[in-house]
Nanobody, 123 residues
Framework: HVQLVESGGGLVQTGDSLRLSCASSGRTFRSHYMGWFRQALGKEREFVAAISWSGGSTDYGASVKGRFTISRDNAKNTVYLKMNSLKPEDTAVYYC????????????????WGQGTQVTVSS
C-alpha cells in the first residue's frame, strides 16, 4: 500500500509562488507515474500536471502551462509542483496522484490519491 502526503499549501497573494510537495511511503515510487490534480469548491476535478517515472516526460493542463513545473526526486520519494504567477483561479485543493500507468488527464485509473492540500490565492 502506498501513502501520499501533500504539503506546502497555504494562503498567498496574486503573483506569488508556492511549491507543493508530495511524499510517498511506497518502495515502488520509482515505478510510478505521478501527477497533480486540483478541485475548486463547486467545480470538477481538474488535471494540473503529470510526470513519468524517470522524470523525462511531463504534461500540463492548459490553464497552468508555462506557470507551473512538476518535478520529482526518486531518491527522496517525493514529487513537487512549483507554482509561479499564482492567480485567484488557482485556488483549490491540490491532490497528488500515483499510478503504474501513464496518468490520464481524466484522473481515471489512478491507483493512489493523497489527502489534498489547500491553496488559496487572494486578489
Amino acid at each position: 500500500h502506498v501513502q501520499l502526503v501533500e504539503s506546502g499549501g497555504g494562503l498567498v497573494q496574486t503573483g506569488d509562488s508556492l511549491r507543493l510537495s508530495c511524499a510517498s511511503s511506497g518502495r515502488t515510487f520509482r515505478s510510478h507515474y505521478m501527477g497533480w490534480f486540483r478541485q475548486a469548491l463547486g467545480k470538477e476535478r481538474e488535471f494540473v500536471a503529470a510526470i513519468s517515472w524517470s522524470g523525462g516526460s511531463t504534461d500540463y493542463g492548459a490553464s497552468v502551462k508555462g506557470r507551473f513545473t512538476i518535478s520529482r526526486d526518486n531518491a527522496k520519494n517525493t514529487v513537487y509542483l512549483k507554482m509561479n504567477s499564482l492567480k485567484p483561479e488557482d485556488t483549490a485543493v491540490y491532490y497528488c496522484a500515483a499510478t503504474m500507468r501513464q496518468i490520464r488527464r481524466s484522473g481515471e485509473g489512478v491507483d493512489y490519491w493523497g489527502q489534498g492540500t489547500q491553496v488559496t490565492v487572494s486578489s
